[in-house]
């Protein structure tokens, strides 16, 4: 008996060691998690907010999603600059340039432009879908841009030497704008190939969304309403423009959307509204593939013969509207091929740094269902080119030509 018992004590010293042990590791500290800078929050918070909002989720699987934010985390980021640059870096691989972070300057100049004033040379700028050029989708009216003869369709190449490539679109953006006065480079290659420098001065531009006026022509009193942009201002203004043509008289409206590059949603919905009388304006599919249609309300400001120009700067939301008053049968287009932006961006504030992002979250189809994402919209009559400098300027043979078809629907047929 007495040679078993040493091993029954063994037994039970080792049991009471392996508790106390276990109690010791439980009760040790853990080791407290590292706190996040204020730029690490900024990455951690931009990678919520697309996360939760981007239209198409299924992306971020391709991309590991998950991952590119711990990536992005391991960078040494201490100020704000690096932030930014995290920021960008972990949203390239998404592949959408509308998805984007902005800057303190850029996201204030951005939320100033859908007020109707912007101070820089005019240029309104996209992403050109098949190798990501930077390109001028239109210049402002009375803007340095528009006075140097830029067109639509030219790429931009370098600003003040520096390789719009390398820049970003935003970046490109941020250069262009400016005190008042002073002056910028660029380098632009036309649609034709050629290669031009061209010095602006920078200068406060208006952006006066809407001009109207009517136009006596062939015998008949044509209204002409031109929107360049939808920013907030813009229904309201459309439809004070309206009353006043129809008491002047107006027997016929001509539309001109070109080069509108597009602004706020609500903005373009709200003067198809004034348009349409019921009838179905846009139809937008957010990330989890519900539908939503929009329609108008019944009744509208204006109901008379109307006709719309549009060329290649008409995008987005002017996109929206044009391709509602084609799909129902309230206007033909003339003109040349829509831009061809389908997608929808919301803007979100970051906090207290003032920057921002930009994020689509939603693609919309025509009343039809055409998606025109890259494709635009044709229109019904296409007319000749090079399209006008100037539109609704001296020697616009688009509008001369919208002026006669829209009195032609005036005139009894023989």
């Known amino acids: 008996m007495s040679a078993a018992q040493p091993v029954i004590v063994g037994a039970r010293l080792r049991r009471w060691l392996l508790g106390s042990l276990c109690c010791l590791l439980l009760a040790w500290p853990a080791p407290a998690a590292l706190a996040l800078n204020d730029g690490q929050q900024l990455v951690v918070e931009s990678w919520r907010l697309v996360n939760q909002s981007y239209v198409d989720p299924e992306r971020f699987e391709t991309i590991h999603w998950k991952r590119l934010r711990q990536k992005a985390l391991e960078r040494p980021i201490q100020t704000s600059a690096e932030a930014y640059d995290a920021i960008d870096w972990m949203l390239e691989p998404i592949g959408d340039p509308y998805t984007r972070l902005l800057r303190p300057a850029d996201y204030t100049a951005l939320k100033a432009s859908t007020q109707g004033s912007v101070s820089g040379v005019g240029l309104q700028l996209g992403i050109r879908q098949n190798d990501t050029a930077i390109v001028v989708i239109a210049p402002l009216e009375g803007s340095p841009a528009a006075e140097a003869g830029i067109v ?60 109207s006026r009517l136009i006596e022509h062939r015998g008949h009193r044509l209204g002409y309403l031109r929107i360049t942009q939808f920013a907030e201002p813009v229904p309201q ?47 937008t599919r957010n990330r989890e593939g519900f539908s939503d249609p929009q329609q108008a309300n019944r009744g ?32 033909e287009l003339l003109g040349g091929r829509t831009f061809g932006k389908g997608l929808i961006q919301t803007l979100i504030s970051l906090g207290g740094d003032g920057s921002g992002l930009a994020v689509t979250v939603a693609r919309y189809v025509t009343p039809s269902g055409r998606d025109i994402q890259n494709l635009g919209i044709e229109p019904d009559q296409l007319l000749p080119q090079p399209e006008p400098l100037d539109p609704g300027g001296r020697g616009d043979g688009w509008l001369e030509a919208g002026l006669t078809a829209l009195a032609g629907q005036l005139e009894p047929t023989v």
């Open 152 to 211: 639509s369709g030219s790429e931009l190449l370098r600003v003040d030497g520096a390789a719009t490539a390398d820049l970003g679109l935003e970046s490109t953006a941020a250069r262009l704008r400016g005190p008042a006065g002073t002056s910028v480079l660029l380098e632009l290659r036309s649609p034709e190939g050629r290669r031009q420098e061209v010095e602006l001065q920078r200068r406060q531009v208006d952006l006066l969304p809407v001009r």
């Open 237 to 283: 203004q459309v439809a004070e423009a309206l009353e006043q043509l129809q008491q002047q008289g107006m027997e016929a409206l001509l539309l001109d959307l070109r080069n509108n590059s597009g602004g706020l949603v609500s903005a373009g919905l709200a003067v198809a509204d004034q348009l349409l009388d019921g009838a179905p304006i846009v139809e």
């Open 300 to 331: 509208r400001l204006y109901d008379g013969p109307l006709l719309t120009l549009v060329n290649s700067g008409t995008a987005s939301a002017s996109e929206i509207l044009a391709g509602a008053l084609q799909d129902d049968g309230r206007s």
